[in-house]
């Protein structure tokens, strides 16, 4: 039952325990708080370069929509309801993002775009995995 759960939950869900701690849903400096710097890494060239949370959150959540994208490429049957609740997912972000204050920021939009892309894309490689099966007899038993 794990390979029905969406992967791209746990760094929205990270997002809302951020903002709920930083100042609640109606709080509208989050984009501040969650822009300044966390740490600062000195690379070779001299410059400095400042990480921020929102930074740490849209690389994790690059890294889980990889993960989601191998998992999408699975024809088995568990993907189709892996693909409803990551549509359900993109709709809780949607509304997040269009009616909450703290969620209209770019880093949140960023990662309500890789949740609606982790959707296209599961529904894609499905239609084509079953017309692929379809072209090829698989289940027809050869006749």
Same mark, same amino acid.
């Given at each position: 039952?794990? /390979?029905?759960?969406?992967?791209?939950?746990?760094?929205?869900?990270?997002?809302?325990?951020?903002?709920l701690?930083?100042?609640?849903?109606?709080s509208?400096?989050?984009?501040?708080?969650?822009?300044?710097? &966390?740490? %600062?890494?000195?690379?070779?060239?001299?410059?400095?370069?400042? !990480?921020?949370?929102?930074?740490? &959150? $849209?690389?994790?959540?690059?890294? !889980?929509?990889?993960i *989601?994208?191998?998992?999408?490429? %699975?024809? @088995? @049957?568990? /993907?189709?309801?892996?693909?409803?609740?990551?549509?359900?997912l993109?709709?809780?972000? &949607? !509304? *997040?993002?269009?009616?909450?204050? /703290?969620?209209?920021t770019? %880093?949140?939009?960023?990662?309500? !775009?890789?949740?609606? $892309?982790?959707?296209?894309?599961?529904?894609?490689?499905?239609?084509? /995995?079953?017309? @692929?099966?379809?072209?090829?007899?698989?289940?027809?038993?050869?006749?």
């Amino acid at each position: 039952m794990f /390979a029905a759960f969406p992967l791209l939950a746990i760094p929205v869900v990270v997002y809302n325990l951020i903002v709920l701690t930083m100042g609640g849903f109606g709080s509208q400096d989050i984009q501040m708080q969650m822009t300044g710097p &966390l740490f %600062t890494i000195t690379m070779t060239s001299g410059s400095p370069w400042s !990480v921020s949370l929102s930074d740490l &959150l $849209l690389a994790g959540s690059l890294v !889980v929509l990889f993960i *989601e994208l191998l998992k999408s490429t %699975t024809s @088995r @049957r568990i /993907a189709i309801i892996n693909h409803s609740l990551s549509m359900l997912l993109f709709i809780i972000c &949607l !509304v *997040e993002f269009l009616l909450a204050p /703290a969620f209209a920021t770019s %880093t949140f939009f960023l990662m309500t !775009v890789m949740v609606l $892309l982790d959707v296209l894309a599961g529904f894609i490689v499905t239609i084509v /995995a079953a017309r @692929r099966d379809v072209d090829f007899g698989v289940g027809n038993d050869g006749v």
